[in-house]
T-cell receptor, first 115, second 114 residues
Framework: DSGVTQTPKHLITATGQRVTLRCSPRSGDLSVYWYQQSLDQGLQFLIQ???????AKGNILERFSAQQFPDLHSELNLSSLELGDSALYFCASSVGDPRSTGELFFGEGSRLTVL | GQQVMQIPQYQHVQEGEDFTTYCNSS?????IQWYKQRPGGHPVFLIQ?????EVKKQKRLTFQFGEAKKNSSLHITATQTTDVGTYFCAGPLWGSSNTGKLIFGQGTTLQVKP
């Protein structure tokens, strides 16, 4: 158990819909990262937050948005969903600030299926 | 942009054989990390290498960081069925805000035949 909690574990929805994925980092971790993993694909970096502020952006679509709340949990919002958005979405947290790139602790992921 | 490439993409070995995966970056890395993802699981941190030419061992696993800090390798001696999974290397990409986002390679999926 990494200490990172993601909900929901599984989500099935239709094209055009909007979903919210939630992540609670490990106690004490200030950095939260979101990654997308499609079938047989690597981990695509989406976005990173540190202590409530966005610090780095990757290949995140404009239909996607995220935020980190004062209690440090984070949400990833996916809207106008398309079939190609079906993937495993991982949240990870780390103890240090973004300049240290220390070990990431991953949650178990949220598997999104768009029909 | 910066890329982190891994080869091979897949490797099938007989139990007891050795296995190596290679990671190459288009730019010099300040450090490199390795993760393992079991089938149906999430990535789990294995190790971080920081120094040029660094070699670290964890039981049957040997990790190397190249002299130029642009490549790395993971070698598993005498594979076991418990080694099955996908091995990822990851390196930081530093942006203008001095924020290091961790970029992962595509991973090498290891299958071990008993």
């Amino acid at each position: 158990d990494s200490g990172v909690t993601q909900t929901p574990k599984h989500l099935i929805t239709a094209t055009g819909q909007r979903v919210t994925l939630r992540c609670s980092p490990r106690s004490g971790d200030l950095s939260v990262y979101w990654y997308q993993q499609s079938l047989d694909q690597g981990l695509q970096f989406l976005i990173q937050y540190y202590n409530g502020e966005e610090r780095a952006k990757g290949n995140i679509l404009e239909r996607f948005s995220a935020q980190q709340f004062p209690d440090l949990h984070s949400e990833l919002n996916l809207s106008s969903l398309e079939l190609g958005d079906s993937a495993l979405y991982f949240c990870a947290s780390s103890v240090g600030d973004p300049r240290s790139t220390g070990e990431l602790f991953f949650g178990e992921g949220s598997r999104l299926t768009v029909l | 942009g910066q890329q982190v490439m891994q080869i091979p993409q897949y490797q099938h070995v007989q139990e007891g054989e050795d296995f190596t995966t290679y990671c190459n970056s288009s730019t010099t890395l300040s450090n490199i990390q390795w993760y393992k993802q079991r089938p149906g699981g999430h990535p789990v941190f294995l190790i971080q290498l920081v120094k040029s030419g660094e070699v670290k061992k964890q039981k049957r696993l040997t990790f190397q960081f190249g002299e130029a800090k642009k490549n790395s390798s993971l070698h598993i001696t005498a594979t076991q069925t418990t080694d099955v999974g996908t091995y990822f290397c990851a390196g930081p990409l530093w942006g203008s805000s001095n924020t290091g986002k961790l970029i992962f390679g595509q991973g090498t999926t290891l299958q071990v035949k008993p």
